[in-house]
């Protein structure tokens, strides 16, 4: 690529061929895998020395640390610049297709993995299912549910209308495939702009009925595409990162709003994509409310397209500003951290184009430039210095931070915790082993492992039970809250027809439902993470006592650690939409429909019940299920560890005559040198 050493024009800038700070804003992610790597160094230590049963407990400790790959969900307004700040975020301008409209019509998640050469590894579409297929088509998806509860005619006959021209597509693209791609996925070893936009993007090419499915035209699989996952090197993240693009909560059928929160749910840390021409309104309800479940530590806004503004330098904080008011007047995350870049500068400076801006954008950089620097002269390279001003490394610093606070720190301590006990233990086995006969314990290998199961039998039990009270209580208590809403705004409805009859449109929000909910949650959760402490710690003293009976001394040295109680994770699935989250026409024609009082407020009443009973079920059974299955797993994890350390241990003692002078030899003394390093390792990462 040509390199002008000329100042250019458009920009008052040097160009160059691309930013040599990539990196930049992932040093403390950089340091992080650093510690990743020691940790995974000394579990391969240990995993070489460790006994028969132990040696299984290292390597689920080794699969969870090759497993972690934080991921990141990615929300945004329509036209905020998404999919290009998603580009950007990958180092990669041109990786996914940001001219195609619209682009995001599935989530689509980028599995990124250091390399020094950037490259495509693999992609995988997963399909709709034919149930969801049925719903969206027969039904009109949870839109078309809500129209046709709500009696919005209108919106019906639209909805129909979207549904048979959709319909139509679909028979032409997909033809007799149709039924055989039902639930299934297709998987590929690359991917290039043309395989993506056969899967993801809408278009109206159709293909020919051929075999190959890489033949086929754009938009072929649109419409029933459930989920991307694309697998690439990328030479600017230090550790493996998934960065999880969104449809957002704004789609025409509504049938990937529960896809998005899944996603968000399962991510934990989420990027808002804000446009600096229209920043957060109310047109945004939608987003506020799925971000407002979660913790303000979680979420990081980024205001994209500051090269569109005139007057950047004194639009910003007033920017700034709207942003905070409307979250904090829709009781959204007030205190997130608020990010203002440009998505289109970062793309420039990746692909070295910088000879070719609009005037506004080359205006609205120098206007930044000379405010942070107070001077246009800079000594570096200029695509450096635009990815600077580009925010993209204090987004990527900041997303860091958080993946290393909330999610990689905990884990290491979390790994190096229960490494520590292995290790620990495997010292006081190859004591048993040298001094077996000495133990002086009353208690047989047999006699040992029965009781060990009975332990765990009654922790794993009585764990399961105390949960399952916890969360019939939770159910109770979320059902009253769910009741007395719709009480209360019963209540409220004929008050108001009692006043003002029904001349005057009656509205109603229901933040407090969301409220009461998001208490008895929260409360929950509180609940589950105390008794799963006490738990935890109950199984772990139980634990050191039976050890202490069958070895007596000799397993003094061994560090048994709490298990760390896996996080709650945010009720995101009260963000999901219902009919009196519209309070435009749709109200107004279902207010002009209905005739007499009671009428009106027993249709309100199954109007309320049904919306709000899907979110009711995801509330009371989907996200309880699975914090119930993660605090169990923590605990079954930990049974599972020191039954494979009591087995080496009833091992060294049967054999101890048989190895008296291992530890003499060198390599003996080599291996008790490792060991020794290994558990030193653990606990510098250990509190």
Known sequence: MNVKAEVDHATGLLTSAGPANLSSGMEDLSDFACRAAEIEQALETLANLAGKGTRRSVQRLQDELAGFEPCVTVLGQVKSGKTTLLNAMAGWADLLPSDVNPWTSVVTSLHLTPGRKRAENGAKFQFMTEDEWDRLTSKGGRLGELAGRAGADSELQKIQHQLETMREKSRKRLGRKFELLMGQEHEYSYFDKNLLERYICLGDDFGDDSNDPADDGQGQFADITRSADLYLNCRTVPHRICLRDTPGVNDTF?????????????????????SAA???????????????????????????????????????????????????????????????????????????KLDDMPDISADALLAITTHLLGTTRIDRQPADQIWDMSGLPALMQALSQRIIDGLGAPLLEKLASSALSIATSQQAAQSVMIKAGDHG????????????????????????????????DFHLRAGRAHENFVERSTHSLLTHLERFGPDLVWEYTPTGLRVLLRSAYSSMGARIRKAAEQRYEAAVTDTAHLLYRGFGQMVEGIQIGVPAVPDIPAPVALGQTIALDFNDSWWVMWWRKTRGYKA????????????TEDFMTQMKDAQTGDIRTAVLKELQGFLDQQHDVLTDLIAGRQHGENIETLFQAPAGRDCHGSLDAAIETFRRYTS
């Open 278 to 352: 229209q920043a957060l309104t109310t047109v945004d309800l939608a987003l506020i409310r799925l971000i407002s479940n979660l913790p303000s530590r979680d979420v990081v806004i980024f205001v994209n397209r500051i090269d569109e503004l005139s007057n950047p330098v004194n639009q910003i904080p007033e920017i700034e500003d709207s942003i905070r008011e409307t979250l904090q007047a829709h009781d959204g995350p007030a205190e997130a951290e608020i990010i203002f870049g440009s998505a289109y500068w970062a793309n420039k400076a990746l692909s070295g």
């Open 600 to 611: 009106f407020a027993k249709q309100f009443r199954e109007l309320i019940r049904a919306e």
């Open 441 to 472: 314990a009353d208690l047989s290998g047999y006699d040992l492992r029965k009781e060990f199961e009975q332990i765990a039998q009654t922790h794993l039990d009585g764990f399961g039970s105390e949960i399952d009270e916890i969360i019939a």
């Open 254 to 274: 509504m049938m990937r709003e529960m896809i998005t929160i899944k996603a968000v749910r399962d991510s934990r840390i989420c990027v808002v994509v804000l």
